[in-house]
């Protein structure tokens, strides 16, 4: 597995990232997180780094505007040979001969 992306969740992306709780008030938690992330290869995990007490940024993982805390997470993308060879395209195009 490979970190695919790291950003900031809210208090109730957290509980679902974490422990599979969805808030009662939260209902369509699940379909906001698959609306913003639809690659179903890809897994969510709270890393509990970067804790912001308040914040009005969006939630990285549903979107959601609502103000309040902010938690680490990374999103991991299993590597496959696919993967491996665009990088190794990626680093021999970066090389200058």
């Known amino acids: 597995m490979k970190v ?3 950003g900031e969740c809210c ?3 957290c509980l679902y990232l974490a422990n599979g709780e969805v808030p ?3 209902s369509n938690l699940e379909s906001a997180i698959l609306a913003n992330w639809p690659d179903l290869d890809k897994f969510f995990l709270y890393n509990g780094e970067g804790y912001d007490e308040f914040s009005m940024s969006e939630c990285d993982c549903c979107g959601s505007r609502l103000g309040g805390a902010r938690y680490g997470f990374v999103v991991l993308t299993p590597e496959t ?6 990088e190794e395209k990626g680093r021999q195009g970066d090389r200058i001969t």
């Not at 040979?81 to 665009?86: F, Q, Y």
Request: charged share 60%.
């Open 4 to 6: 695919y992306f790291e």
């Open 11 to 13: 208090s109730d992306c």
């Open 24 to 26: 009662e008030e939260r």
């Open 81 to 86: 040979e696919e993967t491996e060879e665009t």
